[in-house]
């Protein structure tokens, strides 16, 4: 499984570069204290990480999804599809511990656990919403738009509208622990859990 | 041996494949016109696409129980960013028959050594074919299942894939698809001509031919003079000749008295317009 993503990510390599530099930004400004405030990184990392992941699935399975040639390659992929998405999910994870950890570190009101449980959730949910919904309109330059959109909305209105799901935490007040997260991080396991079994049964 | 049994697909109520029944041995070809359904028969036995529900397909062999299938299928094209060994690898790795040493000899067997470091959205028409045949023979197949592998290629490049389709038909059992009358006169023993989704007919090519003896004649006539002869018959070829004339071969079912009208030989084609005619 591995060697397929060493291969894969050969024609992924600008964006995989990119994710590189996201991380390396992300463990700078932690190491630099360039924020006073722990939630303010946090939501910077909220909002690189999570929807950089899910854009990292749609290109990693535009091939299966909206080519000429997926119902083809589909038979490549039978059975193993989740199985990519979730050694991915697992690869993508151990730096975003790492700087979990350093933010607990730097920031000492922070939980650490909290902050990647909360940001797992938000990653497996974007990412597995991003695939169903991809899967379903096979266009990718659309699918990202709508995300891209959906995450300007909630920035904009900091995560206030009542007609939008709320994935990300946006309070630059309360410090990150679960009792502050709680209920969006469930919300985030159940929805991501419905959409990882909808993507899992489209394309497994 | 691949025995298929009321083979059906229906695709938003219209049925695409019509209760087709077909013995596959040795090397098959697949003739009909555009649109006749070839393309959806080959994705059904190569099980990329489900047929209706009545439907039976038995996959044998002599030595095993299964048979193992290679599939290449109408223009194939994946993975532009990717180089032809990587894509060969990322293949046979995602069919978990990854051999080094097979892979190896595909790219020699396939005249593809010089391409390995090059990428895909590079390649001219007919490589691009070879490397779909390599990913195909990935797997050792018993079957290898071809669909109009030489469409959009050159003369040159049509040539060198039936030989090299012919070298491999040595070894490997081949079905192909086409409604390029060459690809299967080539190398195919055992045809099969489906119209509107329906089998019309199946057997060696010799019977094949014989289904229009007797109604294929040639002419020399003036270039002007061409579109007269399509309420006798089916223009089958057309051959320029100097100056303004060129000689005609069309199948009929009427007798041609005409002295200018020479009885010919029948060929594969006169077979094959014969059968699209009804001439059964």
Known sequence: ?204 | MIKINNLSKTIKRKKILNNINVELKGITGILGPNGAGKTTLMKIIASVEKADNDTEIIYKNKNKKEIKIGFLPQNFYVYPNLTVIHVLKLLSTLKETYDENHLENLLIQLNLTEYRNEKMKNLSGGTLQRVGIAQALLNKPDYLIIDEPTTGLDINECIRLRSILLDISREIDIIISSHIPEDITSICNHLIVIEQGKKIFEGGLERFIEKSIGATYETTIYKSEIVSLNGIGSILKIEQLPGDKVKVRIATQTFLSDSSFKKVKPDFLSGYVGLLKGER
């Open chain 1, 1 to 204: 499984m591995l060697d397929i993503l060493k291969i894969k990510s050969k024609s992924l390599s600008l964006l995989v570069k990119l994710l590189v530099l996201i991380y390396v930004l992300e463990l700078l400004l932690i190491v630099f204290n360039v924020f006073d405030n722990a939630n303010t990184i946090f939501l910077f990392t909220q909002l690189t990480l999570v929807p950089l992941f899910g854009i990292l699935m749609l290109c990693l399975f535009y091939d299966l999804i909206a080519t000429n040639s997926s119902t083809f390659l589909y038979t490549f992929y039978r059975g193993k599809t989740h199985k990519i998405y979730l050694l991915c999910l697992g690869l993508y994870m151990a730096p975003v511990l790492i700087i979990c950890v350093l933010m607990g570190i730097y920031f000492e009101n922070l939980n650490s656990l909290a902050a990647f449980a909360l940001l797992l959730s938000q990653i497996f949910l974007f990412s597995t919403f991003c695939l169903v919904v991809f899967t379903i309109i096979s266009d990718l330059s659309i699918t990202i738009s709508l995300f891209i959109l959906y995450i300007s909305a909630e920035v904009a209105t900091f995560g206030d509208n009542n007609y939008l799901y709320h994935m990300f935490y946006m309070d630059l007040h309360q410090m990150v622990s679960f009792s502050t997260v709680s209920s969006t991080l469930v919300l985030n396991i159940i929805v991501g859990l419905l959409s990882y079994k909808v993507f899992k049964s489209i394309l497994s």
